[in-house]
């Protein structure tokens, strides 16, 4: 009895302090949720009169909206362009030698590793001398260099993966590159090719720090107009809006979490 | 070629070439002068700021170390359904917006906050505590943010020690805590190494946290830039600070490459 106390004791405190950092890591963001329903003008932790007030607020605003509008616009507009440059890059990777593929791949991930404000100051100062500061335009750009790495990663493993027999096969039967792309290649990538565009979608819609550089006062996303609320906005509105940004993300990258539930 | 011509090419016009102009900047203005690196490091309030950087990204990755390790060696040790399941708790929340979660740590941590207001209602405290604008702010913030960079390569290295060797060493006789002593934690340090190295790195040009949990105390190298270019207009000092910031991480990320070559899967920082 002893001996088996003694060994599962260990267990036990294994389990207490792995699953309390667990906790620390998804207990504090979700917080927000319940204050969210505060029908309160002051700031409250847990609302007295829960309500759907301040998302009644968030949704009536013209100014919140037209953020909000913009947002959903640049995350599109970045995900198409880092999803096909993205793809591009990782089938032409394929064709490499490994030492080179490896070090071009280090290349292209560089804009995850370049800290954003770098990349922000950088951004800033070319896109003003385009014209393309407070534009969507700038900030589609902006955002696929972001996003680039991801898909490049992911369509990367995805390739890794796949038996070049089959594609050799189609070749030497007479299929064209084009014909084998379409017909053997991608159904065989395409759920990773799609659920990078998600995660695309996703990093863009969440940036803030290039944002706030280069989205000037005439195209400010949600995450800037959050941004300066954090400093300016005394009404609890921030909660409910923190909600909508978390139920976003998740109903976007939950197709993606089945996908590598099932994958791995 | 064919295919990497057009990636290529978006990313030589939208991201090598303002960096590009960046370096150039930092010491063509218009002729070639070395005056912003020396002011930067002549002047002590910059080179303080370079100081709490380095203090910042230190304390981060060693708190990240003693927190995302047990976490990671309990996942590596229940059985693969519940790790799967237990796995959100880390990959959710590094989906989720950046700047939401530091807004929650504002709410959480401020002197009327949940956290305040808790310990308050336990009767634990009188007055409340100062819980951010200062540097315990900024790592709690950081440290919660950057686990998972810690604990994916942990994890990973962990999962790939054979368990005969653990056999081997308990069947030899040596006690549970000898074995984790002389074998598993050994045999996981490359993987605490990734991690660290990666946590170091991000942490280093951290830019949402220090601004919204540090106070003036805790202003770190991009916090500095953006003052320089938004606030000051000083935009040949903003390149040079951007310029060494910018070379600082791409060395750490050669030395990340280098060291684990083939040893870790190249993910982009991403589980």
């Known amino acids: ?44 932790l847990i609302p007295t009169v829960p309500g759907l007030t301040q998302y009644r607020r968030f949704f009536a605003s013209p100014d919140w909206m037209q953020a909000l509008g913009r947002s959903v616009q640049v995350a599109v507009g970045a995900m198409l362009v880092a999803t096909v440059l993205g793809t591009l890059a990782a089938l032409g990777l394929r064709r490499l030698a490994t030492r080179s593929r490896r070090l071009l791949e280090a290349a292209l991930i560089a804009p995850r590793i370049v800290p954003s404000v770098v990349f922000a100051v950088a951004a800033y100062y070319v896109f003003a001398a385009a014209g393309l500061v407070g534009t ?24 890794h993966g796949l038996d070049p027999a089959l594609e050799e096969a189609s070749l030497s039967l007479g299929a064209g590159p084009v014909t084998t792309f379409a017909r053997v290649t991608f159904p065989q990538i395409r759920l990773a090719v799609f659920g990078s565009a998600l995660f695309a979608f996703n990093v863009s819609f969440d940036e803030v720090v290039v944002t706030l550089f280069i989205s000037g006062v005439r195209a400010k996303t949600l995450p800037v107009k959050v941004w300066d609320a954090i400093f300016y906005e005394i009404t609890p509105i921030l909660p409910a809006i923190s909600t909508v940004i978390i139920v976003a993300s998740v109903a976007v990258l939950t197709p993606l979490l089945l996908v590598r539930r099932n994958t791995s | 070629m064919l295919l990497l011509g057009p990636p290529l090419a978006f990313l030589l016009v939208v991201f090598v070439v303002p960096l590009a102009r960046v370096v150039w900047g930092s010491v063509f203005a218009p002729d070639f002068t070395l005056a912003f690196y020396e002011r930067m490091w002549r002047t002590p309030v910059y080179g303080r700021v370079f100081w709490i950087t380095f203090k910042i990204s230190v304390l981060t990755t060693g708190f990240a170390a003693l927190l995302g390790y047990p976490a990671a060696y309990f996942l590596a040790t229940v059985t693969p359904r519940t ?70 390569p942990v994890l990973s290295a962990l999962l790939a020690i054979p368990p005969e060797l653990r056999q081997a060493s308990a069947s030899l006789g040596a006690p549970p805590a000898r074995t984790f002593w002389r074998v598993t934690l050994p045999l996981s340090m490359p993987g605490v190494a990734a991690g660290g190295l990666l946590v170091f790195i991000v942490s280093l040009g951290f830019f949402i946290t220090p601004a919204l949990l540090g106070g003036p105390k805790q202003m770190m190298v991009s916090n500095l830039i953006e003052f ?20 600082g991480t791409l060395l750490l990320y050669a030395i990340y490459i280098r060291a684990l070559e083939g040893r870790m899967p190249r993910t982009a920082g991403l589980p």
């Open chain 1, 1 to 44: 009895m002893r001996r088996r106390l003694a060994r599962s004791l260990p267990r036990a405190a294994l389990a207490v302090a792995g699953g309390s950092v667990l906790a620390f890591m998804v207990v504090p963001v979700l917080t927000v949720i319940p204050m969210s329903f505060s029908s309160s003008m002051t700031f409250e």
């Open chain 1, 136 to 159: 969507v335009a700038g900030l589609v750009l902006a955002h696929s260099v972001l996003a680039f790495p991801f898909v490049v990663v992911f369509v990367g493993s995805a390739l």
């Open chain 2, 83 to 152: 790790r799967q399941l237990l796995l959100l708790c880390v990959i959710v929340p590094f989906f989720l917006s950046v700047l939401v979660r530091n807004y929650v740590w504002i709410v959480l941590l401020q002197r009327t906050g949940l956290v305040n207001r808790l310990l308050s209602d336990w009767g634990l405290i009188r007055t409340p505590l100062d819980l951010m604008y200062n540097e315990l702010g900024v790592l709690i913030a950081m440290v919660n943010m950057l686990l998972p960079y810690m604990i994916f």
């Open chain 2, 228 to 247: 320089s270019v938004r606030q000051v207009l000083n935009w040949p000092f903003a390149f040079a600070l951007a310029n060494t910031l910018l070379i």
